[in-house]
């Protein structure tokens, strides 16, 4: 790929490493530190990521992934590695290099909610994404990973603070397992996954006790952008719908509150989208080929009245599902 150059120890894609110095540093909780660059001659401006690896051979052979190229994907500009010479088993310092971040959707959600015009309870404030703005994002975040779904990749960490977005409107994500700090299943046991948007199964594995640790699929990383979506519409975070307690749930009587919010400041279209992706039935949860084909208006989305009484409560170890009946289909399309 592009200028490579490696010995059994270092390696370098696509770029040269002394080719750029640091600018400055930053600490964030979805990737950790990292490192504004600049180009020593043409004073380009990136973003650059060291992760310790010992197994840095499974990292070079990811280097396909490199050339994978979507409008809404974060561009890795390249990579290398080097070998540590202190450690005493066999490690690698990679440095990834990708283009700077804009900012991300919770850093918005932020900064409308401090307009002192903002009303929380109201369906119709202003400050709230418009029904195109919300449209917009939900569209362009689909169509990414639909892409990245077609090419068998999972995100596995959809949050608003990992989705990213210009003033202009452009929303995009980065390929989690070429930039982040750590394998997912080791973030979580260092008391992060309080910052995380789980399904439910995902959810199920961490807290049941002799349930093994669920890997994210696709079917997990819909509902964990659903409640991204949810997030956005609503301007409530998602992760206070998780209760890491002494017998930990997920409080799907408030995510049923929040819907109804959805539902009353949004079209039935948007409503309906985020509901279906917040299934509690893994099998039952849209992927992202057909949430593309519902969006794009390729396949008619039936619009479902929606009762919220009565509720059917299900235990399933320690965790409590609440499923809410729906009634009076009709299609609206």
């Not at 650059?48 to 990811?62: G, H, P, S, T």
């Not at 991300?104 to 903002?118: G, S, T, V, W, Y």
């Not at 309870?121 to 779904?149: C, G, H, P, R, W």
């Not at 307690?245 to 009353?264: H, K, M, Y």
Request: aromatic share 12%; with cysteine.
């Amino acid at each position: 790929m592009g200028n490579t150059n490696s010995t059994s120890l270092d390696f370098e894609y696509n770029l040269s490493v002394s080719d750029y110095a640091v600018h400055k540093k930053y600490r964030d909780f979805v990737f950790g530190e990292f490192f504004e660059v600049k180009h020593v001659r043409t004073g380009e401006l990136l973003m650059m990521k060291v992760r310790i690896l010992n197994d840095a051979e499974k990292y070079r052979q990811n280097s396909q992934r490199f050339a994978l190229s979507h409008p809404n994907l974060i561009k890795i500009k390249g990579f290398a590695g080097k070998a540590s010479k202190t450690s005493s088993e066999p490690s690698h310092k990679i440095y990834v290099y990708f283009a700077p971040l804009p900012k991300d959707l919770a850093e918005f959600i932020k900064a409308r909610k401090k307009n002192p015009l903002f009303k929380e309870q109201s369906a119709n404030s202003k400050n709230f994404f418009s029904e195109s703005e919300l449209e917009n994002i939900i569209t362009q975040l689909i169509d990414v990973l639909e892409y990245l779904q077609n090419n068998n990749i999972n995100h596995g960490d959809l949050r608003p603070e990992a989705c990213f977005m210009t003033e202009a409107g452009k929303v995009t994500i980065c390929d989690r397992q070429l930039i982040y700090e750590e394998e997912l299943d080791n973030n979580l046991e260092k008391n992060n996954r309080k910052n995380f948007l789980f399904s439910p199964e995902m959810f199920e594995s961490l807290t049941k006790p002799g349930v093994n640790f669920r890997e994210p699929s696709t079917k997990s990383d819909v509902f964990s952008l659903g409640m991204t979506f949810l997030e956005c519409a609503t301007f409530r975070r998602s992760a206070s719908l998780y209760e890491w307690t002494e017998n930990p749930c997920i409080n799907f009587s408030g995510l049923i509150n929040r819907l109804d919010e959805v539902q009353a400041r949004y079209s039935p279209k948007i409503y309906q989208i985020i509901a279906e992706m917040l299934k509690f039935d893994e099998q039952s949860r849209p992927n992202f080929v057909k949430l593309k084909r519902w969006v794009s208006g390729a396949e008619a989305l039936s619009y479902r009245a929606v009762s919220h009484s009565p509720h059917h409560k299900v235990r399933f170890g320690l965790l409590e599902f609440v499923i809410f009946r729906r009634n009076g289909h009709q299609d609206l399309s």
